[in-house]
């Protein structure tokens, strides 16, 4: 089902939509709206393997499930504005095999198959935000920084163009080191971090949805899919 803002409200498309630029073409039988409590079982029941911290941590998950969705939608879009801030998901596990990356595909599965990983290597944050900026011009907007660990040359995660994505209203420029300043297409980028550990800097944190999970004792049995 696709949805966009209306009056403050959603509506679901169910036909050709102008602002959207959205062809619904298949039968729309079975698309309609769950009652509220079937569809909160539903979206809580996603997450019955994970060991979270805090039950803060669980509803940061869920609401990182969303943030695509409603980004999307402009559900949230202030008027004047053309998309709404979109926080960084901050997964933070407390050992290896805690499932973190198995949590960040449960995340984005509802929206791309795999989203584009970008590995770390030890060079300066600004590594990263070159990798980010390549990947964003070529169309990706769900990404996972994968794996992220602090090192000599980046003690913790800490962008000030990763912070400006997360709250550009549509279009930020960058340049990489030998190239010429393009303009990148923000308004559709929701981004994702795994880490085991790694720091994150006060002014990014405050733009985060920061999930902390445990890893399950050695002979806790997951669920069969």
């Known amino acids: 089902p696709v949805f966009k ?3 403050g409200g959603a509506e679901l498309i169910m036909e050709y939509d102008d602002d959207k630029a959205c062809l619904i ?12 409590q079937e569809a909160k079982d539903t979206l809580l029941d996603l997450f019955v393997d994970f060991d979270f911290v805090h039950g803060s941590d669980k509803s940061k998950a869920l609401a990182a499930l969303l943030t695509p969705a409603i980004a999307h939608s402009g ?26 990356n198995v949590l960040a595909d449960f995340l984005t599965l509802p929206y791309v198959n795999n989203a584009a990983r970008i590995a770390q290597d030890d060079s300066s944050v600004g590594s990263i935000d070159d990798k980010l900026g390549f990947t964003i011009s070529t169309g990706e907007n769900i990404i996972l920084l994968d794996n992220l660990k ?14 400006s994505l997360l709250t550009a209203e549509a279009k930020i420029s960058h340049r990489s080191p030998g190239q010429a300043n393009v303009t990148l297409e923000t308004e559709a980028v929701c981004m994702y971090v795994t880490t085991n550990g790694m720091p994150i800097s006060k002014d990014l944190a405050e733009r985060s949805l920061y999930i902390s999970i445990r890893k399950k004792p050695q002979d806790y049995v997951f669920r069969q899919y």
């Open 25 to 36: 073409t298949k039968p729309v039988n079975g698309y309609g709206f769950m009652e509220l």
């Open 150 to 163: 602090p090192t000599r040359k980046q003690p913790e995660l800490n962008s000030p163009f990763i912070e």
């Open 5 to 7: 803002e209306l009056d």
């Open 75 to 100: 559900i949230l879009t202030k008027e004047g504005e053309t998309a709404p801030p979109r926080p960084l998901c901050y997964i933070d596990a407390d050992s290896q095999g805690a499932g973190k």
